[in-house]
């Protein structure tokens, strides 16, 4: 893709990239998932990118240009460190696309999300791998094992009963080995998150009673300046999963709950 990098007269860093196809603006915001995820890697800062909701002509790359500030002020509701797309009015990115990149986001989605949900997640899996930049398929594979090794940590942590995966670790890496494709490899990894969204619906974790805590705690510090990261923070869900149930038991986003 044809792309182009500068800065504008506030020290931000403006990438413009050529997107003939509307559908490789998916593409985009990977783009720019992997810088955030890089920047916080390697240069150790937090750092917010915003992306316009959708590619325009170059005559109107002014407007593009004001697109992105917009998304950028979403800042002030849903905090920082976050790619950003569409305005505060619309909400488009309070709550964003479902990954698979992070264990908390990982432990939220087994436990509130659908079978659905995991299954669209996965649309991820490619670009996480790609994104670990390993030469092999063996080192894949390693990593993949230290991934769902941490997953099983934090899943145990939150009451998951199941200890197999640490009685018999080499059991887990011995069945990764099997799996000599990126596709077959996905398809390992779904069955797993599913196994174990299974086995927290068995343990009836309530969405309603996050919410509650969500609720009181706005009531109660209203006038501090709260944003979605850090309720989520203090009830223990990642920022995407506390509006996903926001709008699963209320019926209405969190920026609108905020601001009623």
């Given amino acids: 893709?044809?792309?182009?990098?500068?800065?504008?007269?506030?020290?931000?860093?403006?990438?413009?990239?050529?997107?003939?196809?509307?559908?490789?603006?998916?593409?985009?915001?990977?783009?720019?998932?992997t810088c955030l995820?890089?920047?916080?890697?390697?240069v150790k800062v937090k750092a917010s990118i915003g992306i316009s909701p959708a590619p325009k002509e170059l005559n109107k790359l002014h407007q593009l240009y004001v697109d992105c500030t917009e998304s950028l002020e979403q800042k002030v509701v849903c905090g920082g460190n976050r790619v950003?797309?569409?305005?505060?009015?619309?909400?488009?990115?309070?709550?964003?696309?479902?990954?698979?990149r992070e264990p908390g986001a990982?432990?939220?989605?087994?436990?509130?999300?659908?079978?659905?949900?995991?299954?669209?997640?996965?649309?991820?899996?490619?670009?996480?791998?790609?994104?670990w930049e390993l030469p092999n398929l063996k080192d894949i594979q390693q990593q993949l094992f230290k991934w769902l090794m941490g997953i099983y940590r934090m899943a145990a942590s939150a009451g998951w009963?199941?200890?197999?995966?640490?009685?018999?670790?080499?059991g887990l890496w011995e069945q990764l080995e099997q799996y000599d494709t990126l596709q077959s490899l996905q398809d390992q990894v779904e069955s797993r998150l599913l196994s174990l969204a299974g086995d927290f619906r068995k343990m009836a974790t309530s969405s309603s009673q996050?919410?509650?805590?969500?609720?009181?705690?706005?009531?109660?510090?209203?006038?501090?300046?709260l944003s979605?990261?850090?309720v989520a923070a203090a009830v223990h869900v990642t920022p995407i999963w506390l509006s996903k149930?926001?709008?699963?038991?209320?019926?209405?986003?969190?920026?609108?709950e905020l601001t009623s």
Avoid at 109 to 117: E, S
């Fill in 37 to 42: 995820l890089r920047i916080n890697q390697f």
């Fill in 106 to 131: 990982v432990l939220d989605l087994v436990k509130y999300g659908t079978d659905a949900d995991i299954s669209e997640s996965m649309s991820d899996f490619e670009d996480m791998v790609k994104s």
């Fill in 245 to 256: 149930l926001y709008k699963k038991e209320k019926g209405r986003t969190f920026i609108e």
């Fill in 84 to 100: 950003f797309t569409g305005s505060v009015e619309d909400g488009a990115a309070e709550v964003g696309r479902l990954t698979i």
């Fill in 210 to 225: 996050i919410v509650q805590e969500a609720e009181k705690m706005i009531r109660t510090r209203y006038a501090e300046n």
């Fill in 161 to 170: 009963p199941d200890r197999s995966w640490e009685q018999d670790p080499i």
């Fill in 1 to 33: 893709m044809p792309s182009a990098l500068f800065k504008d007269t506030h020290e931000r860093w403006v990438a413009v990239i050529g997107c003939p196809d509307p559908e490789m603006l998916d593409s985009c915001r990977t783009i720019a998932e």
């Fill in 228 to 230: 979605l990261q850090s």
